[in-house]
Antibody, heavy 118, light 107 residues
Framework: EVQLVESGGGLVQPGDSLRLSCVAS????????MNWVRQAPGKGLEWISY????????KYAESVEGRFTISRDNARNSLYLQMNSLRVEDTALYYC???????????WGQGTLVTVTS | AIQMTQSPSSLSASVGDRVTITCRAS??????LGWYQQKPGKAPNLLIY???TLQSGVPSRFSGSGSGTEFTLTISSLQPEDFATYYC?????????FGQGTKVEIK
């Protein structure tokens, strides 16, 4: 069974940093491109970052470019999101998701909540 | 960035109704489009990818069509478990973008 389990969320102040983790199981993680997608409370889905299977290609949404860094450790079946200079508008539920094919995020974690408030 | 615009933003329908949701891209995206269903408190669930390919395990009452800039998701006969919010998503080019969502409610 494919599983993605996020962790690392919490309550922080503007300007703080957090590192989210996503541990994968049930599939060949090292062959799978991965994404982070977030959802602010009561709002829609916002894609924020992509990382290829070999870490050779990374992409970011403009809203997080320069502040967030995506990475992975294929030996540990883990995906990460380092979030620096957090803002109130970064408050959201953060999901990791596997990209199986074009426009196909076929497995998602349950999400980890990040709350940025002063 | 490519903008994805869904219509309607919400709709009310009855069990057994045929429901169609439209997604328009601000520029051509070939068939690089997916559809997702999200229920309250749950992660999104992939329904359709490559515009018209049904994801494994998804009921056949769901179908997708379109290419270029205009796409549709159709539910042929709405079931009680289909009341949810639906999103389209393109990854023809980065940044990946989602539509704003269509909430399907019980009439």
């Amino acid at each position: 069974e494919v599983q993605l389990v996020e962790s690392g969320g919490g309550l922080v102040q503007p300007g703080d940093s957090l590192r989210l983790s996503c541990v994968a199981s049930g599939f060949t993680f090292s062959s799978s491109p991965m994404n982070w997608v977030r959802q602010a409370p009561g709002k829609g889905l916002e894609w924020i970052s992509y990382l290829s299977s070999s870490s050779s290609t990374e992409k970011y949404a403009e809203s997080v470019e320069g502040r967030f860094t995506i990475s992975r450790d294929n030996a540990r079946n883990s995906l990460y999101l380092q979030m620096n200079s957090l803002r109130v508008e970064d408050t959201a539920l953060y999901y990791c998701a596997r990209r199986a094919k074009i426009a196909a995020l076929d497995h998602w974690g349950q999400g980890t909540l990040v709350t940025v408030t002063s | 960035a490519i903008q994805m615009t869904q219509s309607p933003s919400s709709l009310s329908a009855s069990v057994g109704d045929r429901v169609t949701i439209t997604c328009r891209a601000s520029q051509g995206i070939r068939s690089d489009l997916g559809w997702y269903q999200q229920k309250p408190g749950k992660a999104p669930n992939l329904l359709i990818y490559a515009a018209s390919t049904l994801q494994s395990g998804v009921p056949s009452r769901f179908s997708g069509s379109g290419s270029g800039t205009e796409f549709t998701l159709t539910i042929s006969s709405l079931q009680p478990e289909d009341f949810a919010t639906y999103y389209c998503q393109q990854d023809y080019s980065y940044p990946v973008t989602f539509g704003q969502g269509t909430k399907v409610e019980i009439k």
